[in-house]
């Protein structure tokens, strides 16, 4: 259902290897990420998953390369998957200034 209310070309992240939440940026600029943008990112999802890793590592894509599993609620393939590391950080200081 979330996949369906956004643009194709907008950003999903999740993090690798774990399950738990995931997250859709509604832009099509990759470059307009900075590297502490991308660390709020991955706190944030670090901490709605419910994990105490101070190390993320993150996986990400356009959503135009995720496809659901049909009959798998939440489960997703992704095609042309990309990999960061991010250290945990206080995402809600990040968020609350922008």
């Keep these: 259902h979330i996949r369906s209310q956004c643009s194709k070309e907008h950003y ?3 993090i690798e290897n774990y399950p ?3 997250c ?3 832009t099509d600029d990759f470059s307009q990420f ?11 999802l670090r901490d709605f998953s419910g994990l105490e890793i101070t190390e993320i590592p ?3 894509t356009q959503l135009k390369q995720v496809k659901g599993v049909k009959g ?3 489960e997703v393939i992704i095609k ?6 991010c250290l945990y950080i206080n995402w809600k200081e990040i968020i609350s200034i922008n």
């Design 24 to 26: 859709i940026v509604k």
């Design 34 to 44: 900075h590297q502490a943008d991308l660390a709020a990112i991955a706190s944030m």
């Design 80 to 85: 042309k998957p990309k990999h960061l590391r």
């Design 12 to 14: 999903w992240f999740h």
């Design 58 to 60: 993150i996986l990400f």
């Design 72 to 74: 798998k609620k939440g």
């Design 20 to 22: 738990g939440a995931h």
